[in-house]
């Protein structure tokens, strides 16, 4: 079984940076699709980035341009640079992998972008 825990969430001012790292275990991410989604207070989860396991990328209109997916096969982490974050970038973070389907979530991490 595969488990995803993140970290490097918190409170940064608007325009700051933070990044996300997903670190799993129980197995390999090499063949999974990975992503990242978001759920604000009030809010439907809502996608957030993804990244195949040919290292294709994928971002929501509202992150493009500020937000970058990658991912360190060897070392079984998924990343989440946000750049120029926003008061609505403001949301619980969720790492997700996915492989025919096997569907794996984290437990979140709090980010918080103050005005």
């Known amino acids: 079984q595969v488990q995803l825990v993140e970290s490097g969430g918190g409170l940064v001012q608007s325009g700051g940076s933070l990044r996300l790292s997903c670190a799993a275990s129980?197995?390999?991410?090499?063949?999974?699709?990975m992503g990242w989604y978001r759920q604000a207070p009030a809010k439907q989860r809502e996608f957030v980035a993804r990244?195949?396991?040919?290292?294709?990328?994928d971002y929501a209109d509202s992150v493009k341009g500020r937000f970058t997916i990658s991912r360190d096969n060897a070392n079984n982490t998924v990343y989440l640079q946000m750049n120029s974050l926003k008061p609505e970038d403001t949301a619980v973070y969720y790492c997700?992998?996915?492989?025919?389907?096997?569907?794996?979530w984290g437990q979140g991490t709090q980010v918080t972008v103050s005005s």
């Open positions: 997700h992998a996915t492989l025919t389907y096997r569907y794996y």
């Open positions: 990244i195949t396991s040919g290292e294709r990328t």
């Open positions: 129980g197995s390999t991410l090499s063949s999974y699709a």
